[in-house]
């Protein structure tokens, strides 16, 4: 979750974001929804705050992707889901599980508990002052 508040970068994006993406100071990131289109690439400062994040990601799993997780168990290539194209890969569904999880351990609950996507949306339509960008509140 800090990864996608600290880049505004989507659930797909996240998952997909590797440790080659960092060079020079900044994740370089093509967006998975301009990806077939006009293909704009994202450059996002790496400040302290993401840098720790990243730091983070780097633990005794050897993995190309910043968001990754041991496999239950070894299962082989042609078993695999189509979108994974490494072991360790998490895919966007896993994500979301696992933001829901942590949020029902958390005992966060109400009629409309958050999900990965509505706390990035709240965060993606604030702008610095806290007021939302889209509808000037």
């Not at 082989?76 to 696992?98: I, W």
């Not at 829901?100 to 009629?111: F, H, L, M, N, P």
Request: charged fraction near 30%; include cysteine; proline fraction near 6%.
């Amino acid at each position: 979750m800090d990864l996608s508040l600290l880049t505004l970068l989507r659930r797909e994006d996240v998952v997909s974001l590797s440790f080659s993406d960092a060079r020079a100071g900044s994740l370089w990131v093509v967006p998975s929804k301009t990806e077939g289109t006009s293909g704009v690439r994202l450059q996002i400062a790496i400040g302290p705050e993401l840098e720790a994040v990243l730091a983070r990601a780097r633990d005794a799993v050897v993995s190309p992707f910043v968001v990754h997780r041991l496999p239950d168990k070894a299962r082989p290539q042609d078993k695999r889901a189509k979108a994974r194209t490494h072991h360790m890969q998490v895919l966007p569904e896993q994500l979301s599980r696992a933001f829901a999880d942590a949020r029902d351990e958390a005992e966060i609950v109400g009629d409309n508990p958050p999900t990965f996507h509505g706390a990035w949306a709240v965060r993606c339509c604030r702008n610095r002052d806290g007021r939302c960008s889209r509808c000037r509140r």
